[in-house]
């Protein structure tokens, strides 16, 4: 049902921007009819395609397909925004119909320039946002530690290893005492533990690299995922905790957007995940998404990191976001534990951001004091 809601909106997004984009004057001296349909159904169907393609075997044409598609998943929203736009101006051309040819050629030269914007901002290399936090319990001789929090990296066609090797060399001149993947971390299944586990193995730290399963991890192939990581000594937390030196824990749930959209009651997951525990210990807590726990502040909890959302990655898709996930991005105070939400080190679909960047997340704990 959920694929069906999501097929049916692109389809009707894909038909309304064609069918604007006809009736713009620059486009139609330009193109022919026939061949802008011929385009349109070829982008609305490039991305499916990709996926039909490579069980044929045909790696590149998949892959380029899939590139194609990704980016058109980004342009056509802001394709569609500025085109209707230009109809709510002009009352879908009733109200002006003089000058609305002229207002929808303006909304689609705007979308196309928020376009070249989004492209420029998310082929620039991550910022670093830097946090200190007081952590509950937190020995006095881990005061100081360093924390690195990457989320939703995505790596596969889009981005690939060269980008995946210049964020690892990012994250280690931090210089971590401990590294988290918050979850999303390989798209590209199939040939993914081959291609990205020795990638991913250059990850290193004192205190341990730690990962948490994201909704991506889910599809396809789940137990190939887990591989990749544990192979080259990344701790995976499936609904579970572990020590990463004295008086520190680090607890782990998978994904909770699939749990409840498969209706599956998730609060046992986070009661594996974070009960017996040792009381006089700091606790990090790690989940895929910004749901804190039912019970709120997790007795113990003294962090929470999350990623998921993206900060809705192109603007003003933010705003749907948030209505699902309030903690969207940033830092944030929830009856007294702290949750950190990185708002994604890549992209997902197209490799467009707009307005901001991609983020790595540096936390330094501190131990409170007396």
């Known amino acids: 049902m959920f694929f069906r809601v999501i097929l049916s909106i692109w389809t009707l997004m894909n038909v309304y921007v064609g069918w604007r984009a006809s009736s713009v004057p620059v486009?139609?001296?330009?193109i022919p009819r026939p061949i802008l349909l011929a385009v349109l159904v070829l982008l609305w169907a490039s991305y499916l395609l990709s996926r039909m393609v490579n069980r044929f075997g045909l790696a590149h044409l998949a892959r380029f397909l899939e590139v194609i598609g990704s980016y058109w998943v980004g342009i056509l929203f802001l394709l569609?925004?500025?085109?209707?736009?230009a109809d709510l101006v002009t009352g879908f051309g009733f109200l002006m119909p003089r000058l609305a040819p002229t207002v929808r050629n303006c909304g689609l030269a705007i979308a196309l320039v928020l376009c070249a914007i989004a492209i420029l901002q998310a082929h620039?290399?991550?910022?670093?946002?830097?946090?200190?936090v007081i952590v509950?319990?937190?020995?006095?001789?881990?005061?100081?530690?360093?924390?690195?929090?990457?989320s939703d990296t995505h790596l596969g066609t889009m981005l690939d290893q060269r980008w995946a090797l210049a964020r690892i060399a990012q994250v280690q001149s931090l210089?971590?005492?401990?590294?988290?993947?918050?979850?999303?971390?390989?798209?590209d299944h199939g040939v993914a533990k081959r291609k990205?586990?020795?990638?991913?193995?250059?990850l290193s730290a004192p205190l341990g690299v730690w990962a948490v399963e994201g909704n991506h991890e889910t599809y396809g192939f789940p137990d190939e995922h887990d591989s990749i990581l544990e192979d080259v000594g990344i701790h995976l937390l499936h609904n579970r905790w572990e020590q990463a030196a004295p008086g520190l824990i680090i607890a782990g749930v998978d994904d909770l957007t699939t749990k409840r959209r498969r209706d599956i009651d998730y609060r046992p997951l986070l009661d594996r995940a974070l009960s017996d525990r040792p009381s006089t210990a700091a606790t990090i807590f790690i989940s895929h998404t910004p749901w804190p726990p039912d019970r709120a502040a997790y007795p113990g909890i003294g962090l929470m990191l999350s990623g998921h959302t993206h900060n809705g990655q192109i603007w003003p898709f933010n705003h749907v976001v948030k209505s699902m996930y309030p903690f969207i991005a940033g830092q944030y105070n929830v009856?007294?534990?702290?949750?950190?939400?990185c708002r994604g080190t890549g992209t997902w679909g197209p490799l467009m951001r707009l307005w901001q960047r991609g983020e790595i997340v540096r936390v330094t704990l501190h131990a409170a004091r007396n």
């Not at 990205?196 to 250059?202: A, E, I, S, Y």
């Not at 009856?335 to 939400?341: A, F, H, K, T």
């Open 175 to 187: 210089r971590p005492d401990l590294v988290v993947l918050a979850g999303d971390t390989v798209e």
């Open 80 to 85: 569609f925004l500025g085109l209707l736009t």
């Open 196 to 202: 990205w586990g020795p990638v991913l193995g250059r």
């Open 136 to 150: 509950q319990n937190l020995p006095a001789d881990r005061d100081g530690t360093v924390l690195v929090l990457l």
């Open 124 to 132: 620039r290399a991550p910022v670093v946002t830097n946090y200190d």
């Open 335 to 341: 009856n007294g534990m702290p949750l950190i939400v």
């Open 27 to 30: 486009i139609t001296r330009c």
